[in-house]
């Protein structure tokens, strides 16, 4: 054999061998791809199918190579489907999405992309490659419906609906803010929230959305929204955390609500709290009020004078643990805490008098009246205690008594006298 026929042989074992090991890697791709692989020939019947064919489809591979394309497409999409094969069967490639009924009855997305099989500058057939989608398109249609519910609930509630990035940029403002704050929802989108809020509230929403951001924590703070008119509008505001799937904070949605009205409630509470204890205060009885344990809640000035208490910390605490503070009036704490329970028992009004001794030796008399009070199932809510000094009211009677007595005396020595004189 000569070399140049050596040559031709050796040459020709390398071509066989290149053509082998690119089968080899053509088969490979078909075999392992997760993708749906299949040719078909330009009258729509299958010619070959991959693996991951049978298991998108569920059916077998003779299954399917007995069959034509349009056998798999559901009808709505026949028309669609033969359209594209016919524009590949003329050399243009297509991609579409299709849906195809499994052999188990069920629907599966797929994404699919049409490529014309070419044979020496001939076109002989057509592959479509094939991505199921069907739990992605799931999970589009289930974020749509979310989407909806929520622009939904976001154009329909009163609160206040803020969405910000991880920079405090507005993204989304809530339909709600023209009703509550005269402004449309656009006029806050691109803005820094921290330019909407009061200036002196900067800072501080500055600081909590820092700690929102590292701590990955919701919280609730109280701020001012500016009003199209002007006014300054106060709004309780709950920030929540959206955390993204690297762990890193992604948004943080906003939901305020107008607290106006409850902050004049509480300010007018504050107020009439205050001149109600003024009032209390300026009364020179004794008045004290506990709860359903006999636990001291307020009392005013002459009350805790009373019982030589001065700034004592006396609420939260019952009169055996008050005993501690008075020199002098430990047995008087228990007796109150004795009728505290009668009245509870009686479930009424009750009215008695109690001895309190002083400092100064000298023990006085009080008209006390004690109110309990019930909550609806019967259980203790409270007891109003209200103690009047009448040890001077009680020398007085004393003295008419006595006076009484004298007057009774002289009237019957008188008589006594005027006997013996008619005797005489």
Same mark, same amino acid.
Not at 170 to 183: C, E, I, M, T
């Given at each position: 054999?000569?070399?140049?026929?050596?040559?031709?042989?050796?040459?020709?074992?390398?071509?066989?061998?290149?053509?082998?090991?690119?089968?080899?890697?053509?088969?490979?791709?078909? =075999? !392992?791809?997760?993708?749906?692989?299949?040719?078909?020939?330009?009258? @729509?019947?299958? +010619?070959?199918?991959?693996?991951?064919?049978?298991?998108?489809?569920?059916?077998?591979?003779?299954?399917?190579?007995?069959?034509?394309?349009?056998? &798999?497409?559901?009808?709505?999409?026949?028309?669609?489907?033969?359209?594209?094969?016919?524009?590949?069967?003329?050399?243009?490639?297509?991609? *579409?999405?299709?849906?195809?009924?499994?052999?188990?009855?069920?629907?599966?997305? #797929?994404?699919?992309?049409?490529?014309?099989?070419?044979?020496?500058?001939?076109?002989?057939?057509? %592959?479509?490659?094939?991505?199921?989608?069907?739990?992605? $398109?799931?999970?589009?249609?289930?974020?749509?419906?979310?989407? !909806?519910?929520?622009?939904?609930?976001?154009?329909?509630?009163?609160?206040?609906?803020?969405?910000?990035?991880?920079?405090?940029?507005?993204?989304?403002?809530?339909?709600?803010?023209?009703?509550?704050?005269?402004?449309?929802?656009?006029?806050?989108?691109?803005?820094?929230?921290?330019?909407?809020?009061? /200036?002196?509230?900067?800072?501080?929403?500055?600081?909590? %959305? $820092?700690?929102?951001?590292?701590?990955?924590?919701?919280?609730?703070?109280?701020?001012? *929204?500016?009003?199209?008119?002007?006014?300054?509008?106060?709004?309780?505001?709950?920030?929540?955390?959206?955390?993204?799937? !690297?762990? =890193?904070?992604?948004?943080?949605?906003?939901?305020?609500?107008?607290? +106006?009205?409850?902050?004049?409630?509480?300010?007018?509470?504050?107020?009439?709290?205050?001149?109600?204890?003024?009032?209390?205060?300026?009364?020179?009885? @004794?008045? &004290?009020?506990?709860?359903?344990?006999?636990?001291?809640?307020?009392? !005013?000035?002459?009350?805790?004078?009373? &019982?030589? #208490?001065?700034?004592?910390?006396?609420?939260?605490?019952?009169?055996?643990?008050?005993?501690?503070?008075?020199?002098?009036?430990?047995?008087?704490?228990?007796?109150?805490?004795?009728?505290?329970?009668?009245?509870?028992?009686?479930?009424?009004?009750?009215? #008695? =008098?109690?001895?309190?001794?002083?400092?100064?030796?000298?023990?006085? +008399?009080?008209?006390?009246?004690?109110?309990?009070? &019930? *909550? /609806?199932?019967?259980?203790?809510?409270?007891?109003?205690?209200?103690?009047?000094?009448?040890?001077?009211?009680?020398?007085? =009677?004393?003295?008419?008594?006595?006076?009484? $007595?004298?007057?009774?005396?002289?009237?019957?020595?008188?008589?006594?006298?005027?006997?013996?004189?008619?005797?005489?």
């Amino acid at each position: 054999m000569d070399s140049k026929r050596l040559k031709i042989i050796t040459k020709s074992k390398r071509v066989k061998q290149s053509s082998k090991e690119i089968e080899d890697r053509f088969n490979s791709l078909l =075999e !392992n791809n997760p993708d749906s692989i299949c040719s078909l020939d330009l009258q @729509g019947k299958f +010619t070959s199918v991959n693996p991951a064919t049978e298991r998108i489809t569920g059916y077998s591979t003779q299954e399917i190579l007995n069959h034509s394309l349009k056998s &798999f497409i559901t009808k709505e999409n026949i028309m669609k489907v033969l359209r594209y094969f016919k524009r590949t069967a003329q050399g243009e490639s297509q991609n *579409y999405e299709v849906t195809i009924t499994h052999k188990e009855g069920h629907r599966i997305e #797929l994404s699919v992309k049409n490529v014309p099989i070419i044979v020496r500058n001939k076109i002989v057939g057509v %592959y479509i490659i094939a991505k199921d989608i069907t739990q992605r $398109k799931q999970m589009e249609e289930q974020l749509r419906e979310s989407e !909806n519910n929520y622009r939904f609930i976001a154009k329909n509630m009163s609160d206040l609906i803020i969405v910000l990035d991880e920079t405090g940029v507005v993204q989304y403002a809530s339909p709600s803010h023209k009703r509550v704050l005269g402004f449309s929802p656009t006029v806050y989108e691109g803005r820094m929230v921290f330019d909407l809020v009061h /200036p002196e509230d900067i800072s501080f929403v500055q600081n909590i %959305y $820092k700690k929102m951001i590292i701590t990955k924590l919701p919280h609730l703070v109280e701020l001012r *929204y500016k009003h199209s008119n002007g006014d300054w509008i106060a709004v309780e505001a709950n920030g929540m955390p959206v955390i993204g799937g !690297n762990g =890193e904070v992604i948004n943080v949605v906003v939901v305020a609500r107008e607290i +106006t009205k409850r902050r004049q409630a509480e300010e007018a509470l504050q107020e009439s709290e205050k001149q109600l204890r003024t009032l209390i205060n300026a009364l020179p009885d @004794g008045a &004290f009020l506990k709860d359903g344990e006999g636990r001291w809640l307020e009392a !005013n000035h002459a009350g805790l004078h009373l &019982f030589q #208490l001065g700034n004592a910390p006396y609420k939260g605490k019952r009169d055996t643990e008050l005993a501690i503070y008075s020199q002098v009036a430990g047995e008087a704490f228990l007796n109150c805490q004795r009728s505290d329970e009668e009245a509870w028992k009686a479930q009424r009004m009750i009215q #008695l =008098e109690e001895v309190i001794p002083q400092p100064d030796g000298v023990s006085r +008399t009080f008209d006390v009246i004690k109110v309990p009070t &019930f *909550y /609806p199932d019967g259980k203790r809510k409270g007891i109003v205690v209200i103690g009047r000094d009448i040890t001077e009211r009680k020398k007085t =009677e004393e003295i008419i008594r006595k006076t009484d $007595k004298l007057a009774v005396i002289g009237e019957l020595a008188a008589g006594i006298a005027h006997e013996i004189r008619n005797h005489c």
